[in-house]
């Protein structure tokens, strides 16, 4: 079973930056961001395919980018422009399949039911 581990969370003011990480334990294919904020459900945020295509919904184009490592199974997170909408707690994502991909608010691998491995969370807060 895959292992991912986030950092990198904290608190920001409106305007500013965080970069969030995850290291998963083994070889991933498809890896991917999910935040969920008190009172609401879960919804996708990006994901990076096998072959280092990225997707994001709509909420975080232009301001969020994802990347990966694949020499240290790690993905990261590069939040600009934060705004308090942000604030939440963010999960990392991860499959064997891929590809993936996001529409609306929701993102989501090509084969089988979503991805299979999650994160503990971590918390991001954004203050106006």
């Known amino acids: 079973r895959v292992q991912l581990v986030e950092s990198g969370g904290g608190s920001v003011q409106s305007g500013g930056s965080l970069k969030l990480s995850c290291a998963a334990s083994d070889r991933v294919g498809s890896m991917g961001w999910f935040r969920q904020a008190p009172g609401k459900k879960r919804e996708g945020v990006t994901c990076i395919d096998s072959s280092g295509k990225s997707y994001y919904t709509d909420s975080v184009k232009g301001r969020f980018t994802i990347s990966r490592d694949n020499a240290k199974n790690t993905v990261y997170l590069q939040m600009n422009e934060l705004k308090p909408d942000d604030t939440a707690m963010y999960y990392c994502?991860?499959?064997?399949?891929?590809?993936?991909?996001?529409?609306?608010?929701?993102?989501?691998?090509?084969?089988?039911?979503?991805?299979?491995?999650w994160g503990q969370g971590i918390q991001v807060a954004v203050s106006s």
């Open positions: 994502a991860a499959d064997h399949s891929t590809v993936c991909g996001c529409a609306g608010t929701s993102c989501v691998v090509v084969l089988g039911l979503g991805f299979d491995y």
